[in-house]
């Protein structure tokens, strides 16, 4: 299997749009990806390529020395092969390099799947926000402290 992570290109847009849709029931849509490709100085976003096709995607902001995860998902048929942690690992390096110190996400309370790896990665627990997702489903934010 050959992977690689570049940066987001226009075309990769459609993809993951439709990724979104089925994996989280939503998408932060086609218009707001491409604004962030274009126009956001501090969007930073990149896609997973696997044998040539689209196998996921991250994306972040980053000012001065704080980041936050935006969103996030590995395709179906690629999770459980060790690529949400690359993926992770990749950004997490990205901000090291660029002197970020502190790394913050939500994810949902029930997504133990991502809790998980983003815990054995050194986040920790911040506080949580009540109801936050559309099926009023809590969201934790956990954050990252970086050298
Ligand atoms: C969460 C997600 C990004 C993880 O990526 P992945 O490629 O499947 O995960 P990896 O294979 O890199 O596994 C990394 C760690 O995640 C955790 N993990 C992965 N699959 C898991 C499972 N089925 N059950 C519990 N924990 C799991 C483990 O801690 C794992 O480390 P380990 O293999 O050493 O035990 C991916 O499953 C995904 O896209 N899920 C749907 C979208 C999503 O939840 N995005 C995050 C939104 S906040």
Redesign the pocket.
């Known amino acids: 299997m050959k992977y690689a992570i570049r940066p987001l290109e226009e075309g990769d847009i459609n993809d993951i749009v439709s990724g979104e849709t089925r994996?989280?029931g939503y998408s932060l849509g086609y218009d707001m990806i491409y604004a962030e490709l274009k126009i956001n100085p501090y969007a930073h976003y990149f896609v997973l390529e696997i044998d040539g096709g689209f196998g996921?995607y991250i994306g972040l902001w980053i000012y001065e020395e704080s980041a936050e995860?935006i969103?996030?998902?590995?395709a179906e048929e690629?999770?459980?092969?060790?690529?949400?942690?690359?993926?992770m690992e990749f950004v997490i390096e990205l901000c090291e390099s660029v002197n970020v110190k502190t790394i913050s996400?939500?994810?949902?309370k029930d997504?133990?799947?991502?809790i998980?790896?983003y815990y054995?990665l050194g986040f920790t627990y911040s506080h949580e926000r009540k109801k936050y997702y559309n099926d009023s489903t809590d969201a934790l934010v956990l954050i990252k402290h970086l050298r």
């Open positions: 994996i989280f996921g995860i969103n996030f998902f590995v690629y999770q459980g092969l060790g690529f949400g942690k690359l993926l996400l939500e994810v949902r997504n133990q799947k991502a998980n790896l054995k």
